[in-house]
């Protein structure tokens, strides 16, 4: 009895179906194996979330993205990353996208909203992480740490305005 696809193997499949349109392995075994057709299903929604929330995330005004870039390249200047991690911080970005989407508060609320805000980031952070399959977890992480870093950069900027020297 052959051995079920791993998630690296069905999230390459998925993610990029030309470079492993000619692995017959796969197609296969997903021919053949309804829990790994499951599997495949459920990683190839998860996927088309992230892409939805990274289309949304493109109506995004420039200086959001001004300062997720300054908080993603401090987070990676601190130590160095895999390059096989690179795509996975494209999708914690989105995931953070997504995050800061929902719970970003309209210009008039006042910096007080920031509690619940810091609520619902710990509800998504653990959503993201029951829902990502193993290959994506460096993906969940990094959107931890980015969350965190976001936290900081918020209550910094809140501590700013409040005793400007
Ligand atoms: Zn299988």
Redesign the pocket.
Known sequence: MQE??TNEQLTEYLTDPLASGGDATIRE?LAA?A??RNEAGRLHSLLALYGEVTRAAGARPQAFWQWQRTTILTGLESRPVPRRLVWAAGLAMAALAATLLMETPPPAVPPAAADPDHALLVDVERSVRRQVPRALEPAALLTAELSEAADTTIKNQQTGKGERR
Do not use: E, M, Q
């Open positions: 079920h696809l075994h194996c829990a790994c």
